[in-house]
């Protein structure tokens, strides 16, 4: 069901948790879903950002400039501030439209870096 590629600009040290996240993800979204949240935070703090709240994080970011369009998808997400703050507690009901989302994140952040 998923064979996107990474994003062309994300750092190559980061491209294996998408690899595997796609390589997972008609098995177990949820899984997947894991793993690209790990690499959001991953992103999060390549910009210098904390990489522990990803909606502040993601807040800070498009604050001093970045792209307006990564809050859009990071709404699409529907990541609430408590989950973003607690990472065991990742809400997951709608499976593999969760992973879609996701992985729209990961490509508009990704974008939003350059």
Known sequence: MYSPDAPDDLPAGLRPL???AMAIADASPASACALLRILVQSMM???????????????????????VGVLRALDVVGLTD???R??????????HSDVQNMIVLVHVLSRAMQ
Do not use: H, P
Request: net charge negative.
């Open 82 to 84: 408590t989950e973003s």
């Open 45 to 67: 703090k390549s910009t210098g950002r904390g990489g522990r709240n990803i909606v502040r994080d993601v807040n800070d970011f498009v604050a001093v400039g970045s792209d």
């Open 18 to 20: 998408f690899t595997e």
């Open 86 to 95: 607690r990472s065991a507690e990742l809400s997951l009901s709608n499976g």
